[in-house]
């Protein structure tokens, strides 16, 4: 007659006496935490097919790269290409160059002074020589001359 007894008062509450457990009184609702919202951004699924945005005319060793590692600050920071040869002055020495970077800051360089990707060979009159190293393994030289001229120079031809 017991075992019928609490079958019928678990039919009756619907739940067993034992797993109703009373709700603190001391106990404050704190709000929940907002939920994340996801912005919507530009994901690409290749599934065989290129991407659109990369160009066709880089190599994949360009495109593949890893991190960008943070670059020194200065003119070690600046490559061959992101520079331009401004004035070129003449002291007791030899001659001096003035770099405009493409941070828009001049930098006056001599015969030696690195840069990031190469060395100022020489610095004439009217130019400036700087020796390139190459990272590309298919080149075949590992070096390359890049000669920077006055622009006005350059306008007078």
Not at 13 to 31: D, K
Not at 49 to 72: C, E, K, M, N, T
């Given at each position: 007659?017991?075992?019928?007894?609490?079958?019928?008062?678990v039919?009756?509450l619907?739940?067993?006496?034992a797993?109703?457990?009373?709700?603190?009184?001391?106990v404050t609702?704190?709000?929940?935490a907002?939920a994340k919202?996801?912005?919507?951004?530009?994901?690409?699924?290749?599934?065989?097919?290129?991407d659109?945005?990369?160009?066709?005319?880089?190599?994949a060793?360009?495109?593949?790269?890893?991190?960008?590692?943070?670059?020194?600050?200065?003119?070690?920071?600046?490559a061959?290409?992101e520079?331009?040869?401004k004035?070129?002055?003449?002291g007791?020495?030899?001659?001096l160059?003035?770099l405009?970077?493409?941070d828009?800051?001049?930098y006056?360089?001599?015969?030696?002074d690195?840069?990031?990707?190469?060395?100022?060979?020489?610095?004439?009159?009217?130019?400036?020589?700087i020796?390139?190293?190459q990272?590309?393994?298919l080149?075949?030289r590992?070096?390359?001359?890049v000669?920077?001229?006055?622009?006005?120079?350059?306008?007078?031809?």
């Amino acid at each position: 007659m017991r075992v019928t007894l609490a079958v019928a008062v678990v039919i009756a509450l619907g739940t067993p006496v034992a797993a109703q457990s009373p709700a603190p009184a001391n106990v404050t609702a704190t709000p929940a935490a907002p939920a994340k919202v996801e912005e919507p951004g530009y994901t690409y699924h290749p599934e065989g097919r290129r991407d659109p945005f990369v160009s066709l005319l880089r190599r994949a060793a360009d495109v593949q790269r890893g991190p960008v590692s943070a670059r020194p600050g200065g003119l070690s920071g600046l490559a061959t290409a992101e520079v331009t040869l401004k004035g070129v002055l003449q002291g007791r020495e030899g001659y001096l160059g003035i770099l405009l970077g493409a941070d828009s800051k001049s930098y006056i360089v001599r015969a030696g002074d690195r840069l990031l990707d190469g060395t100022v060979r020489t610095i004439a009159a009217d130019s400036l020589v700087i020796v390139q190293q190459q990272n590309d393994p298919l080149a075949a030289r590992k070096q390359q001359d890049v000669r920077k001229t006055l622009r006005h120079l350059e306008e007078a031809k």
